[in-house]
């Protein structure tokens, strides 16, 4: 499945921002779907991610409270939304999807088969 990341930006810490993932050439059902992030300097790391067909989640301890992932059918679309973003948020953002995912494997970069481009978020202190 091909993806199309969207809605970074520059936000101010305390702040919100809503990314979205969509799908193209595919539909997502029978699909995980997960948000990855990467800091200059540091390793590409978990942040989200949502099954399409029963809707379990997963999140980062870094993120749990503060991010919510959910996903919309008509639009095909997976959307994270990050409230109360910090300095320390500031990363590019990767969606990511792959097919047959166990629970226990949503949080593994290696699990992810199809990856989409990243968007900048950058949080001012």
Known sequence: ???????????????????SCAASGRTFRSYTVGWFRQAPG??????AAIRWNDRATAYAE???GRFTISRDNLQNTVYPQMNSLKPEDTAVYYCAASQGVIINSMKNLAT???????????VSS
């Open 42 to 47: 540091k390793e590409r790391e978990f942040v």
């Open 112 to 122: 992810y088969r199809d990856w989409g481009q990243g968007t900048l978020v950058t």
């Open 62 to 64: 870094a993120v749990k």
């Open 1 to 19: 499945v091909q993806l199309q990341a969207s809605g970074g930006g520059l936000v101010q810490a305390g702040g919100s921002l809503r990314l």
